[in-house]
């Protein structure tokens, strides 16, 4: 049985299509997107929704897809390839073992939940 992972992708929105584009192209079936704020490096903003605040926060994007056919790694090489400028403020990535996945509608479980991702 092959193991399931999920890798949250943390960077730039303006950069989103370019990887969205990139991780079609490598068979990645799904995806989630959020709109984040967070801090880092780059020391970010000190007004947070109009009111000034002592946390910094610029706005991210984070992508997280779950995977167990392709190699988590070549995810990340492909996430490297496509958003890495070499400047601050590029992203991070992090990866977890999933232990489990339930597709709610027909019971499935493992990787067989994870099987035709985009029918929704």
Do not use: W
């Given at each position: 049985?092959?193991?399931?992972?999920?890798?949250?992708?943390?960077?730039?929105?303006?950069?989103?299509?370019?990887?969205?584009?990139?991780?079609?192209?490598?068979?990645v079936?799904?995806?989630?997107?959020?709109?984040?704020?967070?801090?880092?490096?780059?020391?970010?903003?000190?007004?947070?929704?109009?009111?000034?605040?002592?946390?910094?926060?610029?706005?991210?994007?984070?992508?997280?897809?779950?995977?167990s056919?392709?190699?988590?790694?070549?995810?990340?090489?492909?996430v490297?390839?496509?958003?890495?400028?070499?400047?601050?403020?590029?992203?991070?990535?992090?990866?977890?073992?999933?232990?489990?996945?339930?597709?709610?509608?027909?019971?499935?479980?493992?990787?067989?939940?994870?099987?035709?991702?985009?029918?929704?």
């Amino acid at each position: 049985m092959n193991k399931i992972y999920k890798v949250e992708i943390i960077t730039r929105p303006e950069l989103f299509d370019d990887l969205k584009e990139a991780l079609n192209y490598l068979g990645v079936n799904g995806m989630t997107v959020s709109d984040v704020n967070g801090c880092g490096m780059q020391k970010g903003h000190t007004y947070y929704r109009g009111v000034k605040r002592d946390v910094n926060l610029i706005k991210k994007i984070k992508v997280t897809v779950v995977v167990s056919e392709i190699p988590y790694e070549e995810v990340l090489k492909t996430v490297e390839k496509c958003l890495k400028t070499g400047t601050v403020g590029d992203g991070k990535c992090f990866v977890t073992e999933v232990v489990d996945v339930l597709r709610i509608r027909t019971g499935e479980r493992g990787v067989a939940a994870l099987m035709g991702a985009n029918e929704c």
